[in-house]
């Protein structure tokens, strides 16, 4: 069925094309073919509907990507003009006659006086000429350079997302044809605006031939005197003019509309009338100021009132509107927060509970602009940006963020969740900006805060004094990147969590086409998935990447026989990873600096280790731990004041349960073994942990 009707289409449309081949032909002929003067007039009418029509349909249209025919109409319906203005030029001079339509407006424009009608003539050819087809032509000139200009930046911009995945590949083929469609367009109209520019000469002259030949001829074989050739050709000359000028006009004006607009999803009208009177304060000014024309002496009071009462009365429904369409918004944004406190369940899935999502941002009611879909960067647009960056960055798949608006929550408060549960709460003003300076010592005003990824003194402040600030040399970023910020530190802090045994199943079938090898040797026989997924959790805790999955699994397969233990396992797979931990750590020299820890003490927390279902912890006496804590604060602050970065190295014996001990009062600082530094890694000391005892 689906085939019959396409092949049925296709007939239509080679009809269409032998019709529209035979109708140019035909209006072409027209031309050198004598036509009888109701055949003209059939043409005439013909003509005049096509370009009321052309007219019409430009205000429908919301982008000139729907009308692409435009300039090839306008040619088509140039050679149209043309062909009748010499048909009725031939009746003219040869019959003294140009059939009703002509007549008609010639009577409509002269009336008793035809120079009137010669006068409105010559008024619509340089409206026409010099306002309507200048202004066109000079704007479709314009837009095509700036179309072809922007066409490379459009195509990056086209393959970016095409690549971060924001778009598919058929929709990216479509957005680059649209943009070459759309600057074929726009070149096209660069050229096609000539024709009319051009009719309308033609035009001119035309009128003039057959005022001055109609004279001349029907005055020298006796037809009319000369008073009356004059009268009576200048008459039809007019009304010929017109009849051709004014279709002409309406062609002019679509194409002024069509390459003047920009691309809405409306029409002309529907824009044009949301756009002016839409705002109540200024259909209120305008009302008061008729209402003031309305008292001055000599104006007609009461069509200026008139006027402004009619603009008062459009103020007060516009009004109306604006506070319907926020009644509306809020009970949507209720509405939408209810549904997301309850997932939707199947029927047939009715007996199961429903899912928590892994990440999720709640709002408040005052930043539910940042989510805003139709600014260039929102909230939705910078979550896609995080998640292929930390993607790229830790080597895991990230599940979607789920955005929702929480009218439990402040105005301007979030609050980030992971599977659920609240990780992380902040407050943010979606029309400020935060300034942020380490020493805490602002020089503006504003309102105190604290940067919430990474705990630092800052303020808010308007946007005023973000130049006053920037002077300053203080660091300034708007509500969605300190947003954005926060939630990336979040991911990071988190991503052992966010890595379940379903996501490590779908990692190792990503890489199985090129190593099946050690994934089935590993998996079942040497290690279960739950064991693998417990090593890999094991190095995101402590922030390692698994870009390289390879090097993790094959470590695995060859220990894997001497040791179930996921916590040495992970200590062999750190030690084969050595390099891409310790790049981490190292500063602009290529130097590690590092914390040691002092032979007695790594004795005794060597000797104190003791197995738990967390791993390993060493079993020590209070004050031991917080002389411990202590010591690691003083060297830790010491090289923070110097701007060094530095870990924690230990034997390797002992280096899980010093990270276990440590994890809870000093989570940013790493700790590695001596098996996990490369041979050719120069180590400076910056201080030892120590003890009394």
């Known amino acids: ?75 088509i319906t140039t050679i149209i003009r043309l062909a009748l203005n010499i048909s009725s030029t031939r009746l003219i001079l ?77 929709e990216a083929k479509k957005k680059r044809n649209d943009l070459q469609r759309e600057s074929n367009f726009y070149g096209a109209m660069d050229g096609a605006s000539k024709f009319v520019k051009g009719d309308s000469i033609a035009s001119i002259v035309i009128t003039l031939i057959n005022l001055l030949g109609g004279m001349i001829i029907h005055s020298v074989q006796g037809n009319f005197t000369i008073i009356e050739a004059v009268e009576h050709f200048g008459r039809l000359s007019i009304g010929s003019g017109l009849v051709f000028q004014i279709p002409s006009l309406m062609i002019s004006v679509a194409s002024g509309i069509l390459v003047t607009r920009t691309a809405e999803e409306k029409g002309l009208g529907e824009t044009v009338s949301g756009e002016l009177f839409n705002t109540p304060q200024v259909l209120y000014i305008v009302a008061i100021m008729m209402g003031l024309f309305a008292v001055v002496p000599g ?93 790229y960055e830790k080597g895991i798949v990230l599940p979607p963020v789920r955005i929702r608006d929480n009218l439990q929550l402040d105005a301007n408060t979030y609050s980030i969740k992971i599977k659920g549960n609240e990780v992380a709460r902040g407050i943010l003003y979606a029309d400020k900006y935060m300034v942020i300076e380490p020493g805490g010592m602002f020089e503006i005003e504003g309102i105190p805060a604290t940067e919430p990824a990474y705990g630092m003194d800052a303020l ?46 779908e990692l190792l079938e990503g890489m199985k086409d090129k190593y099946n090898v050690v994934i089935d040797e590993l998996i079942p026989d040497i290690l279960r998935l739950g064991e693998v997924q417990k090593v890999i959790q094991n190095l995101l805790k402590e922030g390692i990447p698994i870009n390289d999955l390879v090097t993790i699994l094959e470590t695995l397969a060859d220990y894997g026989n001497l040791t179930k233990d996921t916590e040495m396992l992970t200590e062999y797979v750190r030690q084969s990873l050595s390099r891409t931990i310790v790049s981490q750590f190292l500063d602009e020299e290529g130097k590690l600096t590092v914390i040691t820890v002092s032979p007695n003490l790594d004795e005794m927390i060597g000797q104190s280790i003791q197995k738990s279902s967390n791993g390993s912890v060493p079993v020590l006496q209070s004050q031991v731990i917080t002389e411990i804590f202590n010591s690691i604060n003083a060297q830790h602050n010491q090289l923070v004041a110097v701007g060094t970065p530095h870990v924690i190295l230990t034997s390797p014996k002992i280096r899980p349960a010093m990270k276990n001990l440590i994890s809870f009062n000093f989570p940013g600082i790493a700790v590695l073994s001596l098996n996990e530094i490369p041979n050719d890694v120069d180590i400076e000391t910056g201080g030892m942990i120590e003890i009394t005892n």
């Open 299 to 391: 104006f007609p009071t009461f069509l200026f009132l008139l006027i402004g009462i009619l603009f008062g009365t459009a103020g007060y429904i516009a009004q109306q509107n604006t506070e319907q369409i926020e009644k509306d918004e809020a009970r949507k944004r209720l509405m939408q927060a209810e549904q997301a406190a309850v997932q939707e369940i199947e029927p047939e899935e009715s007996v199961f509970a429903f899912q928590v999502d892994q990440i999720a941002i709640e709002i408040g009611y005052g930043l539910i602009s940042l989510a805003d879909e139709n600014k260039d960067s929102n909230l939705t647009d910078q979550i896609t940006s995080i998640r292929n960056q930390v993607s």
């Open 94 to 170: 040869t019959e003294g006659v140009a059939g009703s339509v002509i007549e008609t407006f010639a009577n409509l424009a002269t009336g008793n006086n035809y120079v009137v009608g010669a006068i409105i003539f010559i008024i619509i050819v340089v409206v026409q000429m010099v306002v309507v087809t200048s202004g066109s032509s000079r704007v479709a000139e314009v837009s095509a350079r700036f179309t072809l200009d922007a066409m490379p930046g459009k195509q990056m911009a086209i393959d970016s997302d095409l690549n971060a995945g924001l778009i598919t590949e058929p």
């Open 1 to 75: 069925m689906q085939n019959v009707l396409v092949n049925n289409r296709q007939k239509i449309n080679n009809y269409i094309n032998i019709f529209m081949a035979f109708f140019v032909v035909v209006t072409v002929a027209m031309m050198i073919i004598p036509l009888s003067p109701t055949l003209l007039d059939f043409f005439l009418i013909v003509n005049i509907a096509l370009s009321i029509l052309i007219m019409v349909l430009s205000f429908f249209t919301h982008s000139v990507l729907e009308f692409t025919s435009f300039p090839t109409m306008l040619l």
């Open 460 to 505: 808010w402040i308007d946007e005023a004094n973000r130049e006053k600030a920037e002077l300053y040399d203080y660091t300034v970023v708007d509500a969605l990147t300190v947003l954005i910020t926060h939630l990336k530190e979040v991911i990071n802090q988190n991503a052992s969590e966010l890595l379940g045994r379903q996501e490590v199943k």
